[in-house]
C-alpha cells in the first residue's frame, strides 16, 4: 500500500497570501496518477487537480499542482476567502488508491 | 458529466444490518467505476475500494476487506455498500464517488455524492 503524508497539517494564511501544500508518498507514485481535492465543511470532496497537474473543470487558475516521483505539490496563488479548506492528496496507481490525512488551510 | 445521489442519513444499533445506495444519472461508460470513501467525524478519507456496475467486479482496500460488501442494480444504475453487522466504529459520512476511466483503469474521483451519515450507537 502507498501511504500518502500531507504537511503541514494545519497552514494558517491570509487571504493574498500564496499556499504550499506538501504529499509525499511512501514509493515512488507516476506523475499521471495523483490528485487533489478540496473540501469544505459539510461538503463532499471536490476534484481540484489530476495527473498532478491538470485542473479539473472549473477550477481557477491560482491552483496549480507540481512534482514527480514521492513529492508532490499543490500550490494556490494569492489565496481568496473561498479557498479555506481542507485539502487531501489522492494517488490511483494501484489499489488500494489511498488518501493523504489532509492539509487543512485555515485563516490567519 | 454523472451525478450520484446516495440514500439518507441513517441511525442504527451495534449488530445491525444496513444497505445504503448510490444512483447515478448522465452519461454513464459501461467501464465506469464507482468507490466507496469513508469520512469519520472530524478525520480524513478513506479509499474503502471499487465496484465496476458493469460486470459487478469489485476490489476491496484489505483494511475494508470482510467488513463491507458492494453491489449493484443495473437496472437502476445503483450501487450499494452493506454491512451485516455494524459497529459503533462504523459510524461516519459514506460518500459514493466516480473514478474517470484512464489509461484503461480508475483515474482521479471527478463525480462525488452528497454523502450518507450513518450514525451506530447504543
Known amino acids: 500500500e502507498i501511504v500518502l503524508t500531507q504537511s503541514p497539517g494545519t497552514l494558517s494564511l491570509s487571504p493574498g497570501e500564496r499556499a504550499t501544500l506538501s504529499c509525499r508518498a511512501s514509493?515512488?507514485?507516476?506523475?499521471?496518477?495523483l490528485a487533489w481535492y478540496q473540501q469544505k465543511p459539510g461538503q463532499a470532496p471536490r476534484l481540484l487537480i489530476y495527473?498532478?497537474?491538470t485542473r479539473a473543470t472549473g477550477v481557477p487558475g491560482r491552483f496549480s499542482g507540481s512534482g514527480s516521483g514521492t513529492d508532490f505539490t499543490l500550490t494556490i496563488n494569492s489565496l481568496e476567502p473561498e479557498d479555506f479548506a481542507v485539502f487531501y492528496c489522492?494517488?490511483?496507481?494501484?489499489?488500494?488508491?489511498?488518501f493523504g490525512q489532509g492539509t487543512r488551510l485555515e485563516t490567519k | 458529466e454523472v451525478h450520484l445521489v446516495q440514500s439518507g442519513a441513517e441511525v442504527k444499533k451495534p449488530g445491525e444490518s444496513l444497505k445504503i445506495s448510490c444512483k447515478a444519472s448522465?452519461?454513464?461508460?459501461?467501464?465506469?467505476?464507482i468507490a466507496w470513501v469513508r469520512q469519520r467525524p472530524g478525520k480524513g478519507l478513506e479509499w474503502m475500494g471499487i465496484?465496476?456496475?458493469?460486470?459487478?467486479?469489485?476490489r476491496y482496500n484489505p483494511s475494508f476487506q470482510g467488513q463491507v460488501t458492494f453491489s449493484v442494480d443495473r437496472s437502476i444504475n445503483t450501487v450499494y455498500l452493506q454491512w451485516s453487522s455494524l459497529k459503533a466504529s462504523d459510524t461516519a459520512i459514506y460518500y459514493c464517488?466516480?473514478?474517470?476511466?484512464?489509461?484503461?483503469?480508475?483515474?482521479?474521483?471527478?463525480?462525488w455524492g452528497q454523502g450518507t451519515l450513518v450514525t451506530v450507537s447504543s
Open positions: 464517488a466516480r473514478h474517470e476511466v484512464y489509461d484503461d483503469g480508475p483515474g482521479w474521483l471527478d463525480s
Open positions: 448522465g452519461h454513464i461508460f459501461t467501464s465506469d467505476s
Open positions: 465496484i465496476y456496475p458493469a460486470d459487478s467486479d469489485r
Open positions: 514509493q515512488s507514485v507516476n506523475s499521471r496518477y
Open positions: 495527473s498532478t497537474s
Open positions: 489522492h494517488h490511483y496507481s494501484r489499489s488500494p488508491f489511498t
